[in-house]
């Protein structure tokens, strides 16, 4: 335990030094990464393992090692770019790699500190650790922009602890920032079940999927997993750098698990006649869509169910938006269910995402096969946002906070599910039905149910701290914004 605590506060320690020079977390983080995994791939290649792994003897570890000053910082330019070309695992590491260490003082300390470790040896959860917590403060980072590839790790071992997913069936996510919902999915079904050898291979070769357009997020995603010990160092990428949108996916998953990104346009940039960049709303003209739109989330939530087997689950994260918007909203809000089980709905309080005011829902719904019936026969709710008042730092959504959801939800057997709201016994309850057709007589057959009664509002004596009231108001006015924006957006 001693040695992981120094090999931690060395990580953290140097990214102080840096952080001096103005090397971010985000710059840091991917030095470390193309560091770590040549130091991985140079242990790999050495018995007892002795595997190629594609890295060439004059782009390897020891030819990094051999080199100090200037000498380093051009050998370390030359090798980031020849490794990004090459196939597989190694090129998606690679791609689009800079170095953003200029001093080669200390680009060859932190070469140093990576080569006095033996990664491969050091236990997939102390990795994994050491680079989580990284990537946590990475997305804490505000000026970066991090925060909007970073789920929330209570949120999501919430979902994948109500989906519960099985061994030797696959899982997806087609906008995977850093790969939160795979890691979680992974730690559960290590957790859950005795695992086999054959169970073992396809859950480090074959169960997981995603998609990630940003070239440097996917390469901090692909390295999450692989310290995980998801996937393989001579193997293929896993995680593909397509917009998931564009087209419909060449397989379909037994689960999806997804955060996709907020923001309601989805957009391309272009280059007018007179050489400007603009930017131009997107619409995908699929086929195998509801609806035809440019709102990125109902887009989403159609590609979603699209990428499912007939016996597929999903568990989504979307906007508030996605419930109460008309036109292709509502249509896409019928379909689903028609189409699914949609059979939960949670209701996420604000202050728990790095984006600022966002207030969002988690969806879960089963594919079925086509019927005549509607599949959705009822809709749970549970608001987690009435009288619930999180913030990032000083009170931030921790798992225990989900825990009576989580007990509502049955994720064992749903169908013995009971409310906990009753108009005599219980009006504070949050957890409550509603069926088919009194959503389907709702306005827009919206989805944006609240029934309990603010009490901030009721009871003065007890309002939230004055932060707690001054995060609120910020979130509320920066949604506003959101919303102003998009509509000036259209008008133009």
Not at 56 to 81: C, F, I, M
Not at 408 to 427: G, I, K, M, S
Request: hydrophobic residues 35%; contains cysteine; aromatic residues 10%.
């Amino acid at each position: 335990m001693n040695a992981t605590a120094s090999i931690v506060s060395k990580v953290w320690s140097f990214c102080t030094t840096l952080r001096d020079d103005g090397v971010s977390y985000g710059d840091y983080l991917e030095q470390l990464t193309y560091l770590i995994f040549l130091k991985m791939a140079d242990e790999y290649s050495q018995p007892p393992y002795s595997r190629k792994v594609g890295i060439p003897a004059e782009y390897n570890w020891p030819s990094l090692k051999a080199k100090r000053g200037a000498e380093l910082e051009v050998h370390y330019v030359t090798l980031l770019r020849e490794l990004g070309n090459k196939p597989g695992m190694l090129g998606s590491i690679f791609t689009k790699a800079q170095n953003k260490i200029q001093d080669p003082a200390k680009l060859y300390r932190l070469i140093d500190m990576v080569d006095e470790t033996q990664w491969v040896t050091m236990g997939a959860d102390v990795k994994g650790d050491i680079y989580e917590g990284l990537l946590e403060r990475n997305a804490e980072d505000t000026k970066s922009g991090a925060g909007q590839y970073f789920t929330p790790r209570a949120l999501i071992r919430a979902m994948v602890e109500c989906v519960r997913p099985e061994p030797n069936k696959t899982i997806a996510d087609p906008a995977c920032g850093t790969g939160g919902f795979f890691l979680a999915a992974y730690d559960f079904l290590v957790a859950a079940h005795a695992l086999d050898k054959p169970q073992k291979a396809f859950l480090k070769r074959e169960t997981f999927h995603g998609n990630e357009i940003v070239a440097g997020t996917r390469r901090l995603a692909l390295m999450n997993m692989f310290l995980h010990n998801i996937g393989e160092i001579d193997g293929e990428s896993t995680i593909s750098p397509n917009d998931a949108l564009v087209a419909s996916s060449p397989k379909t998953y037994d689960y999806v698990l997804a955060n996709p990104p907020f923001g309601k346009k989805s957009s391309m940039s272009f280059t007018n006649e007179e050489g400007e960049q603009e930017k131009d709303d997107l619409t995908y003209n699929r086929q195998d869509f509801w609806a035809t739109t440019s709102n990125k989330q109902l887009n989403f939530v159609q590609h979603i169910r699209t990428m499912l087997k007939s016996t597929g689950r999903a568990a989504v994260v979307v906007p508030d938006n996605v419930l109460f918007e008309g036109g292709a909203g509502e249509t896409v809000r019928k379909k689903l269910m028609e189409n699914t089980d949609l059979h939960t709905v949670l209701r996420l309080p604000t202050g728990i995402f790095y984006a600022n005011g966002v207030k969002a829902n988690v969806l879960f719904f089963d594919n079925h096969a086509a019927s005549k019936e509607p599949w959705t026969k009822e809709i749970w709710f549970y608001d987690y946002r009435t009288n619930i008042h999180h913030t990032l730092k000083k009170k931030p959504l921790r798992f225990d906070d989900l825990q009576e959801f989580i007990a509502c939800y049955r994720p064992r057997n749903r169908f013995e599910r009971q409310e906990t709201w009753d108009e005599q016994t219980n009006p504070d309850g949050r957890w409550r039905k509603y069926t088919h057709e009194q959503i389907v007589a709702r306005d827009k057959t919206s989805l944006d149910i609240f029934w309990l009664k603010d009490k901030s509002l009721a009871d003065l004596d007890n309002l939230p701290d004055p932060d707690e009231l001054a995060g609120e108001i910020i979130e509320n006015l920066e949604a506003g914004l959101e919303s102003f924006r998009a509509i000036a957006a259209v008008m133009q």
